[in-house]
Structures are given as C-alpha cells and as structure tokens.
C-alpha cells in the first residue's frame, strides 16, 4: 500500500475519484454528442433518437445489478471493484470511436436499420458505463471509514468529476462533438485504467455473525423494485412498440397506467411507513421519489436540442449566439444552424454541471443545519423552478441559461446526497448490490423518456418537454417529503455523507 493511501490524504482522495471522473466524463460526453449525432448526421427523429436512448437504461438493468451483486463477492486481478473498472474503460473507449462511424459500420456489417447499428453501439457504451459506475462508487466506501472521512472521498469525487463533466461540455463547444469523442476515448481510458493501479483494496472476510440472514438472488431482487414496476412495464412495451406498429395505439394510455401505478403505490408505501416505520419502507420511498427525478432529467439530456432548434433558434440571429463564441474565436471556424444547436446544448450543460460541481459544497454547510432531507428537498424545488421558467419563457438562448443554472442546483443534490441518504438504510456489507438495486430508480425511469417523446411527437409541441420535466420533479419532491432524516452511524444526523449519481 502507498503512503498516500495509508495517510488518506487529498492525494489519495483525488486519485480515488478518477475512476468515477471517468464514468462523469463518459455520461457527459455521451449527453453531449449522441442525440446531436443522430439527429443532425444521421438524420433520426425525436422518438427514434429516444429509441436508442433506450440503450442506456437496458444496459443498467443488468450491469448495475449484476456488477453490484458480483463486485461483493468476487476477488481477482487484486480487488472486488478494480477488475469492472479496467474492463468498463476499455470498452467505454473502444464505444467512443464507434460513435462517429455508425454507417460505415452499417456498411461492414450489413444491417441497414441505422437505428439498429446505433443502438448496439449505445448499449455496448452504456454496458461499459454501467459496470464501471457501481465498482467506482462503491471502492469509495470501501476504503474510506465512516464519518468525515469518507464525505471527503465523495465530495473530492463530486468536484473533480464535475469539473471534468463541465471541461467535456466546453470541448464539445470548442471543437465540436465529433472530436469530443475522441478525446473522450482517450481520457476516459486513462482515467479508468491507471488510476485504479496505484490503490490497493483490502481483502475482508465476512465473520458469521456479519453475514445477512437473508439471501438476495435475482427473484429477490424483483421482489425489491416493486414500486418501480410501472417504470419497468412501459420500459419494456417501449423495446417492443419499435419493432411491432400494432401496438402504437396503446403507448397512451399504457404510459398513462404506468405513472398511475407509481403513484398508487407510492401512496401506499408512504401510508405504511407512518404506521411501521422500517429501513426497508424508507429505501422503497427514496427510491421511488428518486425514480421521477430521472424521468425528468433524463428526458431534458434526449431532446433539449429537439426543443432548441423549434423553440429558440427560430427567435435568435446565427451572428449573435453567445454558445458560437468560443468556437469561432477559437478555433476560426463559422458555425452553421446545426452546430449552434449543439452549442446552445453544450453551453446550458455545462452551467448545469459546473453549479453540479461546485454546489456540493454549499449543500454541505446547509444540511449540517436543516439535515440533508430538508436540503435535498429545497434544491429539488429549484430544478422544478428552472424547468417552468424554460417552459414558459424559454424563448431566446440566455433564456435557456437561465433555467440551466436553477436546475443545475437540484441536480448537485441529485449527484451529492442522495446515494448518501439511502446508503444508511441498507446492509453495509451488501453495499455494492443495493447500490445496483437503488440504481434501477434511474435506469427504469430513464425509460419513460421514451414515452415523453412519443407524445411530443404526436403534438408537436415541444413546449411540453420542460412542462412534463417539471411536473415529474414536482412529482418527486412530493415523495420527499415523506423521507425520514436518517441518522449517521458515525456522527448523528448532522454530518452528511456525499455520493454520485448516474
């Protein structure tokens, strides 16, 4: 073991949270370039765009599970974590270069559906994303004690991925999507693979006493995410309604009966908890207000660039879009309409993550006041706030800004406290595997973005994406609010432990 490890100190900290950076800067690469790509050189529309999209959650039903599950109670290549983050790097590269070269691929290969090629690619990206996220949260925890300790592992692990987050977003300005995934497959590959090198895992064996009494295999599992069937259901009718136009006439009202569903039993959920109060009942209550929180953010990384080409660019000059600056001072290079779409995307996002990045720390000092509930709920409402402005007012570039910074609070508490609040409601020593369970609350959710974009599709009113945004994140603050403060093992409620989001 090296000194700096030994002494857990900053440097070790900050080498700690690489692998995570990795996966923030792959998620923030992908969030940039892929709907851009689609759209723009491969022609796609909205709900096709959405389709491959699709790719991601599909990914992180099994790779988040199965990793957790396996990354417990396995022990090769010198670590429990170390051997998915190598693998998950490698193969997010590998993604990265494919990207930029769907048709030719198409061409090699000899399947004509281009959706079909993308969508392969998308998932082996997400695949790789979602074995090297679980194994990069968890080897946190792993290493770190309890207390203020292991919050510094997580919050250097929130700074130094969020800045990486926002550097993607200014490449992608810079010199354009296409070449921010080749510098993605680079950093991501280094940050991955040699990082992890350089840190020892410690090998603990479970005592008798320590092992949980109850076993968790894949029915188990199923059992668990009951609150998130709804998610589950549509997701799947989704996969199938691309392939068979028979079943279009129902996306309605199967997305209809699918949020019904997640609200009846969320009711349910929280009237037993105020009758039994239990761990178990206030993991399923955090895991469904979570879940519609991805609904929202997941559908605004899909299809703000769909909203920004009907909404603002028709209202803007070419001459006067602040996102081209960067580019065209730069790099010399004039912008076109396609690519100031993709600008105005990168821009927002990146003021969405840099306050991601550096509001951790304010959540800090707030929750030590109110508690982390309290706070997370505070900032949550902020995100609905700036969904609602963009809705309603967002007709002009700085418009969209705007509502980017007000939502980029909520999402540093999305990416900051949650997994933190759940992670005392679970047995430590299954950590990995109940971070997979809880993960589904973002995956599943992810996707009923699907059926977002079918409805825009079918109105052509891209007004109602950032409407639906909103509503889902006022949805999951209501659900919030019935979340009980938990209590540090370490040091009581006032210290609050910080986590990452997917």
Same mark, same amino acid.
């Given at each position: 073991?090296?000194?700096?490890?030994?002494?857990?100190?900053?440097? /070790?900290?900050?080498?700690?949270?690489?692998?995570?950076?990795?996966?923030?800067?792959?998620?923030?690469?992908?969030?940039?370039?892929?709907?851009?790509?689609?759209?723009? +050189?491969?022609?796609?529309?909205?709900? %096709?765009?959405?389709?491959?999209?699709?790719?991601?959650?599909?990914?992180?039903?099994?790779?988040?599970?199965?990793?957790?599950?396996?990354?417990?109670?396995? &022990?090769?290549m010198?670590?429990? !974590? !170390?051997?998915?983050?190598?693998?998950?790097?490698?193969?997010?590269?590998?993604a990265?270069l494919?990207?930029?070269?769907?048709? %030719?691929?198409?061409?090699?290969?000899?399947?004509?559906?281009?959706?079909?090629?993308?969508?392969?690619?998308?998932?082996?990206?997400?695949?790789s994303?979602?074995?090297?996220?679980?194994?990069?949260?968890?080897?946190?925890?792993d290493?770190?004690?309890?207390?203020?300790?292991?919050?510094?592992g997580?919050?250097?692990m929130? *700074?130094?991925?969020?800045?990486?987050?926002? /550097?993607?977003?200014?490449?992608?300005?810079? /010199?354009?999507n296409?070449t921010?995934?080749?510098?993605?497959?680079?950093?991501?590959?280094?940050?991955?693979?040699?990082?992890?090198?350089?840190i020892?895992?410690?090998?603990?064996? #479970?005592?008798e006493? @320590?092992?949980?009494?109850?076993?968790?295999?894949?029915?188990?599992?199923?059992?668990?995410?009951?609150?998130?069937?709804?998610?589950?259901?549509?997701?799947l009718?989704s996969?199938?309604?691309?392939?068979?136009?028979?079943?279009?006439?129902?996306?309605?009202?199967?997305?209809?009966?699918?949020?019904?569903?997640?609200?009846i039993?969320?009711?349910?959920?929280?009237? +037993?908890?105020?009758?039994?109060?239990?761990?178990?009942?206030?993991?399923?209550?955090?895991?469904?207000?979570?879940s519609?929180?991805?609904?929202?953010?997941?559908?605004?990384?899909?299809?703000?660039?769909?909203?920004?080409?009907?909404?603002?660019m028709?209202?803007v000059?070419?001459s006067?879009?602040?996102?081209? &600056?960067?580019? #065209?001072?730069?790099?010399?290079?004039?912008?076109?309409? @396609?690519?100031? *779409?993709g $600008?105005?995307?990168?821009?927002? /996002?990146?003021?969405? $993550?840099?306050?991601?990045?550096?509001?951790?720390?304010?959540?800090?000092?707030?929750? +030590? !006041?109110? =508690?982390?509930?309290?706070?997370?709920?505070?900032?949550?409402?902020?995100?609905?706030?700036g969904?609602?402005?963009?809705?309603?007012? =967002?007709?002009?570039?700085? @418009?969209?800004?705007?509502?980017?910074?007000?939502?980029?609070?909520?999402?540093?508490?999305?990416?900051?406290?949650?997994?933190?609040?759940?992670? %005392? !409601?679970?047995?430590?020593?299954?950590?990995?595997?109940?971070?997979?369970?809880?993960?589904?609350?973002v995956?599943?959710?992810?996707?009923?973005?699907?059926?977002?974009a079918?409805?825009?599709?079918?109105?052509?009113?891209?007004?109602?994406?950032? *409407?639906?945004?909103?509503?889902?994140?006022?949805?999951?603050?209501?659900?919030?609010?019935?979340?009980?403060?938990?209590?540090?093992?370490? #040091?009581?409620?006032?210290?609050?432990?910080?986590?990452?989001?997917?």
């Amino acid at each position: 073991m090296l000194p700096f490890q030994k002494n857990l100190s900053p440097l /070790f900290n900050a080498i700690l949270a690489l692998p995570a950076t990795a996966v923030g800067f792959a998620l923030s690469t992908q969030i940039a370039a892929l709907s851009w790509i689609l759209s723009k +050189k491969y022609g796609l529309d909205i709900h %096709e765009v959405a389709f491959v999209w699709l790719a991601g959650p599909v990914a992180g039903i099994f790779g988040q599970v199965i990793v957790g599950l396996i990354s417990d109670n396995v &022990w090769f290549m010198g670590g429990r !974590r !170390r051997p998915f983050i190598i693998i998950g790097g490698i193969v997010s590269s590998i993604a990265f270069l494919s990207l930029p070269y769907i048709q %030719e691929i198409s061409n090699i290969t000899g399947v004509s559906d281009i959706i079909i090629v993308a969508s392969v690619i998308a998932l082996f990206l997400d695949l790789s994303v979602n074995v090297t996220f679980n194994p990069a949260r968890s080897i946190i925890a792993d290493l770190t004690p309890e207390g203020k300790q292991r919050t510094a592992g997580y919050v250097w692990m929130q *700074i130094v991925s969020g800045f990486f987050g926002v /550097f993607a977003y200014f490449l992608s300005m810079l /010199f354009g999507n296409v070449t921010l995934l080749y510098i993605a497959a680079i950093l991501v590959f280094i940050m991955a693979v040699f990082p992890i090198l350089l840190i020892e895992e410690t090998k603990t064996e #479970e005592s008798e006493s @320590d092992k949980p009494s109850e076993i968790f295999g894949v029915w188990q599992i199923v059992k668990e995410i009951y609150p998130l069937y709804g998610f589950l259901v549509f997701g799947l009718y989704s996969v199938f309604n691309h392939f068979f136009e028979f079943l279009s006439p129902v996306h309605n009202p199967i997305l209809i009966l699918s949020l019904l569903y997640s609200i009846i039993i969320g009711i349910i959920i929280i009237l +037993k908890g105020l009758k039994n109060p239990s761990d178990k009942n206030e993991f399923q209550k955090i895991m469904l207000a979570h879940s519609f929180t991805w609904v929202a953010f997941q559908s605004m990384f899909i299809m703000s660039g769909f909203f920004i080409e009907n909404r603002i660019m028709p209202n803007v000059e070419l001459s006067g879009i602040i996102a081209n &600056w960067f580019a #065209e001072k730069l790099t010399g290079v004039a912008q076109t309409a @396609d690519s100031s *779409i993709g $600008n105005i995307v990168s821009l927002g /996002f990146l003021i969405l $993550n840099f306050i991601g990045a550096v509001f951790p720390i304010a959540l800090q000092a707030i929750s +030590k !006041r109110i =508690g982390r509930v309290k706070t997370y709920i505070s900032a949550l409402s902020f995100t609905a706030i700036g969904y609602f402005y963009i809705a309603f007012l =967002g007709t002009i570039e700085t @418009d969209f800004y705007i509502g980017m910074m007000l939502a980029g609070i909520g999402w540093s508490a999305v990416i900051s406290i949650v997994f933190a609040i759940m992670s %005392e !409601r679970v047995n430590p020593l299954k950590m990995g595997l109940f971070m997979g369970v809880f993960n589904l609350a973002v995956v599943l959710p992810q996707m009923m973005s699907n059926g977002v974009a079918n409805v825009i599709k079918q109105t052509n009113d891209y007004q109602l994406l950032y *409407i639906f945004c909103g509503l889902f994140i006022v949805t999951s603050v209501i659900f919030w609010v019935f979340v009980k403060e938990p209590l540090a093992k370490a #040091e009581a409620a006032k210290t609050p432990l910080v986590s990452s989001g997917h």
